[in-house]
């Protein structure tokens, strides 16, 4: 792994300007002494790879030492080819505005006098409701109840039990 490792680094070295590199045997693994303006600096090459990422880390640590000198890595000319991004591009789509929604409380305002009770009249108003609804005006008795220190506060729970309500009318209506 070391003569991989020594070439990695020569190739590396080349291509910072004015950098140059000499290597030394001492003690159990072998060194490699960067040059530069004057300057140099050790680094300790691995006989025997610790991981995967032996190599990159090497070099890391070749870069960072060269940096610390001075040192600036060759920069790649640019060519003069001239690239035009893609931007993506926004299209205005035809679109209708959307339907205005109406009050959904506004049948339970007006008088619905007919033959029937007036649980009866209200229970009916109620199922004419969209869920979404029920839960517009579940939240209102729901804010009411949070007033009153009611224990059920929460809208979910007041829609459910309208929901409940209005499918088992007949179980949980008044009593006449």
């Not at 001239?82 to 109406?102: F, G, K, L, T």
């Amino acid at each position: 792994m070391s003569k991989q490792l020594i070439a990695e680094t020569q190739r590396e070295v080349s291509e910072w300007p004015d950098a140059t590199m000499t290597q030394e045997q001492g003690g159990k693994h072998p060194r490699i002494v960067l040059h530069y303006k004057g300057e140099s600096r050790m680094v300790v090459v691995a006989n025997t790879p610790s991981d995967v990422r032996a190599l990159k880390n090497h070099i890391a640590t070749v870069r960072r030492e060269l940096r610390g000198m001075g040192a600036t890595k060759h920069k790649p000319v640019a060519s003069n080819m001239n690239r035009e991004r893609n931007y993506p591009q926004r299209i205005d789509m035809p679109s209708e505005p959307a339907p205005v929604r109406q009050n959904p409380f506004e049948n339970l305002g007006k008088s619905t006098m007919s033959n029937q009770s007036t649980i009866d009249a209200i229970f009916s108003n109620i199922e004419r409701l969209r869920y979404s609804e029920m839960l517009e005006f579940a939240a209102i008795l729901s804010n009411a109840a949070c007033q009153e220190k009611m224990r059920r506060s929460n809208v979910n729970e007041w829609a459910r039990t309208l929901h409940t309500a209005c499918v088992h009318r007949e179980r949980y209506g008044a009593a006449e």
